[in-house]
């Protein structure tokens, strides 16, 4: 097996498809270091383990996971083609709406860093179909915490995502120390710089973490939204559709912590938050020339 080949774990139930992206050598014996496909998750195994994925469960599994973004997606577009936030911060429906169209409205702006450059590809064409605004940086998990400061002031964003790959030690007990996840002390490194520079959590919107991050460190540190409550994988896109929530939601109201996370693939078990403030600000009239 070569960098690039995509493999499943027998001992797992041959349960994730996952890419190689690297070989090494501990003790004489190769370890093949695994990245997810679909899921937030980077791992390491022995050869002994692995094995190329039947094609048609893999097709199916990838059936599934497209089934499901493409529902979240429509129920995102049809939430908000459904009703209009008007000036009074109250949701009313079309038909209801007197003069919509003289109303406009500016959503909030992503930043979002990612430790992985085809995770972040498909993020951005995600932010896109669904109309959120979004820049994206490809930074190394190790690396975050030293750039993210700087990229916040260079782009000015109202929602900062700090994601990439994580993973827990196997067989570990101690759920709280992060010294047994892969780099849930870089996502609650970087959330700790964000909030030295900008305390404010209504200012500054933070959704940090991946696959089994240690979700209790990284709140403490600050951020707004953060994975994974019951030490679960999360899918690549739970990130995008989070911040979709907070992007459009009036800047009068409270996000909703359940409809946040009934929007994700993976649900309460692998997202969760705090109260947060949205960042949609309606404008009017809207100007005849554009």
């Not at 093949?32 to 599994?61: F, M």
């Not at 820049?135 to 994601?163: A, N």
Request: glycine share 8%; with cysteine; net charge neutral.
């Amino acid at each position: 097996m070569e960098v690039g080949d995509v493999v499943v774990r027998k001992s797992y139930g041959k349960d994730i498809a996952f890419k190689i992206i690297d070989i090494r050598e501990e003790k004489g014996k190769k370890i093949y270091i695994l990245k997810g496909i679909n899921i937030r998750i980077i791992a390491d195994s022995p050869v002994e383990d692995l094995e190329e994925p039947n094609s048609k469960e893999n097709a199916a599994k990838d059936a599934v996971f497209n089934r499901k973004v493409k529902e979240s997606i429509k129920k995102i577009l049809d939430a908000r083609n459904d009703a209009v936030e008007v000036m009074s911060g109250h949701t009313l429906k079309n038909k209801e709406v007197k003069n919509k169209e003289m109303y406009f409205g500016r959503p909030g702006r992503v930043l979002h860093i990612d430790g992985d450059a085809q995770y972040l590809e498909m993020c951005m064409k995600t932010y896109k179909r669904i109309g959120v605004d979004a820049i994206g940086k490809v930074i190394p998990e190790k690396e975050q915490s030293m750039r993210v400061v700087e990229l916040v002031k260079e782009s000015k964003p109202d929602i900062v995502v700090i994601t990439g790959h994580d993973g827990m030690v196997k067989d570990t007990k101690e759920y709280t120390d992060l010294k047994n996840y892969r780099n849930s002390q870089y996502f609650v490194d970087s959330v700790t710089e964000l909030r030295n520079y900008e305390r404010g959590y209504d200012e500054l919107v933070i959704f940090a973490g991946a696959c089994q991050s240690c979700y209790e460190a990284i709140l403490e540190a600050g951020a707004n939204f953060a994975s994974s409550p019951s030490r679960v994988l999360i899918h690549c896109l739970d990130p995008v559709f989070i911040c979709e929530k907070v992007a459009y939601t009036n800047i009068e109201k409270i996000v909703s912590i359940e409809e946040v996370i009934q929007n994700t693939i993976t649900g309460t078990k692998g997202i969760g938050g705090l109260q947060t403030r949205g960042k949609y600000r309606e404008g009017f009239p809207k100007s005849p020339f554009i």
